[in-house]
């Protein structure tokens, strides 16, 4: 990952996770625990991608291990936020633009049920049945109805920023210079009077002039420079 990706996940993860702690676990609402670094995660996975999904998914787990009070073996959220980041960034539109915001939903409620079905199985595998006793359906139900309620509020949020910070001042510099077709390959034949072949004619370059060096004749009989390869 970037720099600027992993600087502003890392920003985002902990603000979210303070938050959560400090603030939405001492609401004492009934089920779950309305889970902000999932949402966060989920908003960064559908831009990134993937693979930066599913790294930025290890990190928040990791940090929601380690973060007070934790009653849990570390590791078991990052493996459970790591498999639901990679997947909910198998979801990103190839434009980067969410054109309907049915998708962003469905993919709470779908990460929400998942990342608790995950934990209740990890806890089963290593001798853990909190999930169990304190009731696995209603948990289900409380963990998407939290997440979907402050999803439309988080999850554009997160992925607006994400895209802005994505714009790499360098990228954006040479694509308005163009590519090998585009106005970066005028500079060879701007100021010269050097003939560039395209759409098979063969033109004048800009700014050419009759008596540029480049197009005068040379003294051993050569006639003219016949075309200029280009890269």
Request: with cysteine.
């Amino acid at each position: 990952m970037r720099v600027n990706r992993i600087l502003l996940s890392t920003t985002m993860v902990v603000v979210a996770l303070v938050i959560q702690v400090s603030v939405l676990a001492r609401l004492r609402l009934p089920g779950a625990v309305p889970d902000l670094v999932l949402l966060v995660l989920l908003g960064l996975a559908l831009v990134y991608g993937h693979v930066g999904g599913a790294l930025v998914g290890f990190g928040a787990g990791l940090l929601t291990d380690l973060a007070p009070p934790s009653d849990h073996a570390a590791g078991r959220y990052a493996l459970v936020l790591c498999v639901v980041g990679y997947l909910a960034g198998l979801a990103r539109p190839e434009s980067g633009r969410i054109r309907s915001a049915a998708g962003p939903l469905l993919a709470v409620v779908g990460a929400a049920i998942g990342t608790t079905l995950l934990y209740a199985g990890v806890g089963a595998v290593v001798g853990d049945s909190a999930a169990h006793q304190a009731g696995l359906g209603s948990l289900l139900f409380t963990a998407a109805l939290y997440d979907l309620l402050l999803a439309p509020f988080v999850v554009p949020a997160v992925m607006a920023v994400a895209r802005r910070f994505e714009r790499d001042p360098l990228t954006e510099s040479s694509a308005g210079t163009g590519g090998p077709d585009g106005p970066q390959s005028s500079w060879l034949s701007a100021g010269t009077g050097v003939r560039t072949r395209r759409g098979g004619r063969i033109r004048q370059g800009l700014g050419g002039r009759r008596g540029s060096v480049l197009s005068r004749p040379s003294k051993s009989g050569a006639g003219r420079i016949k075309g200029v390869k280009r890269l």
